[in-house]
């Protein structure tokens, strides 16, 4: 398995712009999970789901945000309209409770956004 | 409040060297303790994880403990690499399986 996939790696855009970020899971994990990391507040969990259903998504910092999640393997956080303080790394993780790694978190390779 | 606290928030250390990083945690109920490195630009990579009835458990040059009745877990970095130069977070999933994060602590590895 490739690991979890996110595009796009960076995204520069202007205040005001709509962003949406991309998250393909590793195959049969039935958690995803998406995170904003800043230097000044870590890793924050946004939201989650658990086979495909939002579960959580108290950590969504305001209406902007939405997270959605079609189908398995498959899911988007878009931030409209994007203001300067959403700069940050946005990652997505997958997990399942099944098997040997147990709540392990799988981390994508993270998306880079700056508004300008 | 879940809470999970790391320290120190940075280090730095020669190549060679020793050092151990402390993790403190108020998550209720307890279930395990993960230790995540995370190299600069990428996405974090579980090193270990520590359940209740573990102690102590090593993965090459890393060792974890776990006091659970302190509530305090450490990881020991021996012979440090350069490539160990990353940031080292402690994390506790609580009840609901949401994962209570530390901020991390840099450590930052010199020839």
């Known amino acids: 398995d490739a690991g979890v996939i996110q595009s796009p790696r960076h995204e520069v855009t202007e205040m005001g712009q709509e962003v949406t970020l991309r998250c393909k899971p590793i195959?049969?994990?039935?958690?995803l999970f998406w995170y904003r990391q800043t230097m000044m507040r870590g890793l924050e969990l946004l939201i989650y789901f658990n086979n495909n259903v939002p579960i959580d998504d108290s950590g969504m910092p305001e209406d902007r945000f939405s997270a959605k999640m079609p189908n398995a393997s498959f899911s988007t956080l878009k931030i409209q309209p994007s203001e300067p303080r959403d700069s940050a790394v946005y990652f997505c993780?997958?997990?399942?409770?099944?098997?040997?790694?147990?709540?392990?978190?799988?981390f994508g390779p993270g998306t880079r956004l700056t508004v300008l | 409040k879940n809470q999970v606290e790391q320290s120190p928030q940075s280090l730095i250390i020669l190549e060679g060297k020793n050092c151990t990083l402390q993790c403190n945690y108020t998550v209720s109920p307890f279930s395990n303790l993960r230790w995540y490195k995370q190299d600069t630009g990428r996405g974090p990579v579980s090193l270990t994880i520590?359940?209740?009835?573990?102690n102590t458990k090593s993965n090459g040059r890393y060792t974890a403990t776990l006091d659970a009745d302190t509530k305090q877990s450490s990881l020991h970095i021996t012979a440090s690499q350069l490539s160990d130069s990353a940031s080292y977070i402690c994390v506790v999933p609580g009840g609901s399986y949401i994962p209570t994060f530390g901020r991390g602590t840099s450590l930052i590895v010199h020839p």
């Open positions: 520590m359940t209740f009835s573990e």
């Open positions: 993780a997958s997990s399942s409770l099944q098997g040997a790694s147990g709540n392990e978190q799988f």
């Open positions: 195959s049969g994990h039935d958690y």
